[in-house]
């Protein structure tokens, strides 16, 4: 095992009301996102109690990891370090270094290409260990979107939402709106966050009988004149109830666990929708602490550890796409206000 530690890096959100507004603060830094867009934002989390879910369930997360990897044998110390909040990644990673952790493989609460969702992580990696003296290495563990560990306990939750729904009902696979600038750039070769939900919503509708499916966007943010993925999911439940669809399962495939976009903008947003609508109404499970999913994690982690030690692995991967790469292009995923240096890439 090339590897003495796992780093479960995810985004971190405030836990009282108190920590709601330095919270948004920290998220949207030089963001450029309106001022009203972060007062409306601040109300989902006080409706909560200033609470965000993500915490506890990365809280689970870790827990289940660790339970995953004892149970196979695997004696390695699980870390945690967020974002965008408490325990951060840099105090994780001074933990680390203070444990005499060498290297760690990280694994990212976050499935897709994106600079939000993969380059700006490996960027807050980068500065974590930079001040870190003696910082462990870091390696991120492959995009997951299309490994069966997180497509097997979607499949089975649509299977079950699909149960309780009238018969033609449609499938409305859903993740977090981004810039179309940021959506036209992402991956290697540009496109990657579209074309990989694509992939999952495909395979997804496949495997439960070909029901008829779009892939829609919850959260825009940013200024009105900028662009972001469309259509958003509360417009797309009027197309479809005005169309007179029966029915609507709502998979929130861009996401791992019911955080808060979840638990607000489609718990609570979309399902008021389609109430108002008359349109029956699905919401479909993450992958949360599914043991597939946790299984995940420890496989994805042993692959690397293979390759690292110049074997040859076995890539487990659904859908249309190839199993991605083990270090990003450098090029790829640009961060949309300028260069920053990331960690876990190709030299440029
Ligand atoms: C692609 C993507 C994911 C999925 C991948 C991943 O999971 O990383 C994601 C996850 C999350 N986003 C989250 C929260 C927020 N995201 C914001 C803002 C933004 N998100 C963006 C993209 C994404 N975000 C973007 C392009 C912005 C605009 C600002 C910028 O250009 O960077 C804002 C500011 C207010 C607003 O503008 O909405 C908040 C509060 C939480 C925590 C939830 C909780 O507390 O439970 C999570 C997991
Ligand atoms: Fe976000």
């Given at each position: 095992m090339p590897y003495d530690a796992l780093l479960l890096v995810s985004f971190g959100g405030p836990e009282k009301q108190e920590d709601v507004v330095p919270f948004l603060e920290n998220v949207t830094a030089?963001?450029?996102?309106p001022r009203e867009r972060l007062e409306e934002v601040g109300e989902h989390y006080r409706l909560f109690?200033?609470?965000?879910p993500i915490n506890d369930l990365n809280r689970d997360l870790l827990a289940s990891i660790r339970a995953d990897l004892a149970e196979a044998g695997i004696d390695l110390p699980v870390y945690w370090g967020n974002r965008n909040w408490d325990p951060y990644l840099t105090e994780a990673v001074q933990q680390m270094a203070d444990d005499g952790i060498t290297r760690a493989a990280c694994f990212v609460t976050s499935a897709y290409s994106s600079w939000s969702s993969c380059r700006q992580y490996r960027e807050n990696l980068f500065d974590a260990v930079a001040e870190v003296p003696g910082a462990p290495a870091l390696d991120k563990l492959r995009?997951?979107?299309?490994?069966p560990g997180f497509v097997a306990p979607v499949v089975d939750a649509v299977r079950t939402a699909l149960a309780e729904l009238p018969a033609g009902s449609h499938l409305a696979f859903v993740t977090h709106s981004i810039p179309d600038a940021m959506a036209a750039t992402a991956g290697p070769q540009g496109g990657a966050y579209v074309a990989q939900h694509r992939s999952v919503a495909e395979e997804v509708a496949c495997q439960v009988g070909d029901p008829a499916f779009e892939l829609v966007y919850c959260s825009r943010s940013g200024p009105p004149q900028v662009p972001w993925l469309e259509p958003d999911v509360n417009d797309h439940l009027e197309a479809l109830s005005a169309a007179g669809v029966p029915g609507v399962a709502v998979v929130p495939?861009?996401?791992?666990?019911?955080?808060m976009e979840v638990v607000?903008?489609?718990?609570?947003e979309a399902a008021e929708t389609a109430e108002r609508l008359g349109l029956p109404f699905r919401r479909v499970a993450t992958s949360g602490t599914d043991p597939r999913f946790v299984a995940m994690v420890r496989e994805l982690l042993v692959e690397r550890a293979a390759v690292e030690r110049g074997q040859s692995v076995d890539r487990p991967v659904v859908g249309a796409l190839p199993p991605s790469w083990d270090r990003c292009a450098a090029?790829?995923?640009?961060n949309p206000k300028g260069e920053r240096p990331a960690l876990c890439q190709e030299p440029a």
């Open positions: 030089g963001r450029g996102i109690g200033g609470r965000s995009h997951y979107y299309n490994h495939i861009g996401f791992v666990s019911d955080h607000y903008d489609l718990d609570t090029h790829c995923c640009p």
